[in-house]
T-cell receptor, first 112, second 109 residues
Framework: ETGVTQSPTHLIKTRGQQVTLRCSSQSGHNTVSWYQQALGQGPQFIFQYYREEENGRGNFPPRFSGLQFPNYSSELNVNALELDDSALYLC???????????FGSGTRLTVV | GIQVEQSPPDLILQEGANSTLRCNFSDSVNNLQWFHQNPWGQLINLFYIPSGTKQNGRLSATTVATERYSLLYISSSQTTDSGVYFCAVYNNAGNMLTFGGGTRLMVKP
């Protein structure tokens, strides 16, 4: 059983640019959630996708958007990057919306 | 929203020592998970524990949902146990985890 995989592992972008992060969910999981983790802090919920529909959103502006595909993989898109968007972005999948979460290794985004 | 507090924030142990990490939460929750974040950033699921006690090798966890706390026990600690331990609780809708601030553990040889 493959786990959650994220790509890329590291990324450097310039302020104002756009970025797309990708996540493949664990086999058998239909729910994907995205979290942002700033240095020295706990992860913060961005949003969750369940069967290709957004199923809850945290306190993040609309320039953070996402997609879930029929195979349950997901993308996180961030427009108009700001320096404060520099963080570790974690994707988690679960069997259902409130099931046990399995996290990927994350994408470390640096905005300069 | 729900508040999650972990203690202690930092912990240094000598290899072989035992420790208890605590997680308090401000409201009733449907479920709770404990994670270990390794130095490369990956969150490893340790326990999915809405109530009761579970054990996995040298680790065990107890959640007392009615009193709004959970404990993680690490026995005979090893240097590989170093990292950050997070407690995370589910909201009532079950679609969001709220994380505590973590306990940063260093185990010295």
């Amino acid at each position: 059983e493959t786990g959650v995989t994220q790509s890329p592992t590291h990324l450097i972008k310039t302020r104002g640019q756009q970025v797309t992060l990708r996540c493949s969910s664990q086999s058998g999981h239909n729910t994907v959630s995205w979290y942002q983790q700033a240095l020295g802090q706990g992860p913060q919920f961005i949003f969750q996708y369940y069967r290709e529909e957004e199923n809850g959103r945290g306190n993040f502006p609309p320039r953070f958007s996402g997609l879930q595909f029929p195979n349950y993989s997901s993308e996180l898109n961030v427009n108009a990057l700001e320096l404060d968007d520099s963080a570790l972005y974690l994707c988690a999948s679960s069997r259902d919306r409130d099931g046990s979460y399995t996290f990927g290794s994350g994408t470390r985004l640096t905005v300069v | 929203g729900i508040q999650v507090e972990q203690s202690p924030p930092d912990l240094i142990l000598q290899e072989g020592a035992n420790s208890t990490l605590r997680c308090n939460f401000s409201d009733s929750v449907n479920n709770l998970q404990w994670f270990h974040q390794n130095p490369w950033g990956q969150l490893i699921n340790l326990f999915y524990i809405p109530s009761g006690t579970k054990q996995n090798g040298r680790l065990s966890a107890t959640t007392v949902a009615t009193e709004r706390y959970s404990l993680l026990y690490i026995s005979s600690s090893q240097t590989t146990d170093s990292g950050v331990y997070f407690c995370a609780v589910y909201n009532n809708a079950g679609n969001m985890l709220t994380f505590g601030g973590g306990t940063r553990l260093m185990v010295k040889p």
